[in-house]
């Protein structure tokens, strides 16, 4: 069974740099999937931010990405998400998700809450 | 970008009851690359249905979707009680990736 795990601060700083981390289970993170990243602000709807493949190719939303890294560990079977110079308005939901075909979210992790405040 | 519109917003329905939920695309959604979602508070997303009408692994037959183009529907035959959740369809044919708003289907 896949599971995906979401970790990282659950309050960050206005201008700082989110960091999340989704460690994966029961799946070869190596294997011919992408991995990726949503998210969804308190009460709003969900917003895909962006995906990776294991051998590092990435894709994402053009309206994050001048602020948007993900990489990926296959060594520790994680990948991670960072979100520079963040603002209220990157408060949300952040999932990890495993990606099948070109974009069909088929495992979600269950999500972690970050806020954005001084 | 295309953008997804569910409607309704609510659908208070009781068990037994069949559903049916709408969404509608701003333009054409390629090659059926249309995906329905499950989710629950406190529960993992759930993918129940992908390219427009075939059923995820594990999901019941009384969840079926159709359509094409820009207007696709979600029909749920016989609401169960674990079947009232919030449901969203995606596209996933141009980037970037959308998502519908959402409809949440309530116990009445």
């Known amino acids: 069974q896949v599971q995906l795990q979401e970790s990282g601060p659950g309050l960050v700083k206005p201008s700082e740099t989110l960091s999340l981390t989704c460690a994966v289970s029961g799946y070869s993170i190596s294997s011919d999937y992408f991995w990726g990243w949503i998210r969804q602000p308190p009460g709003k709807g969900l917003e895909w931010i962006g995906n990776?493949?294991?051998?590092?190719?990435?894709y994402y939303n053009l309206s994050l990405k001048s602020r948007v890294t993900i990489s990926i560990d296959t060594s520790k079977s994680h990948f991670s998400l960072k979100l520079s110079s963040v603002t209220a308005a990157d408060t949300a939901v952040y999932y990890c998700v495993r990606v099948r075909g070109v974009g069909i979210f088929d495992y979600w992790g269950q999500g972690t809450l970050v806020t954005v405040s001084s | 970008e295309i953008v997804l519109t569910q409607t309704p917003g609510t659908l208070s329905l009781s068990p037994g009851e069949r559903a049916t939920l709408s969404c509608r695309a701003s333009q054409t959604v390629t090659s059926y690359h249309l995906a329905w979602y499950q989710q629950k508070p406190g529960q993992a997303s759930r993918l129940l249905i992908y390219g427009a009408s075939s059923r995820a692994t594990g999901i019941p037959d009384r969840f079926s979707g159709s359509g094409s183009g820009t207007d696709f529907s979600l029909t749920i035959s016989r609401l169960e009680p674990e079947d009232f959740a919030v449901y969203y369809c995606?596209?996933?044919?141009?980037?970037?990736?959308?998502f519908g708003g959402g409809t949440k289907v309530e116990i009445k």
């Open positions: 990776i493949y294991h051998r590092g190719s990435t």
């Open positions: 995606q596209q996933y044919g141009s980037s970037p990736l959308t």
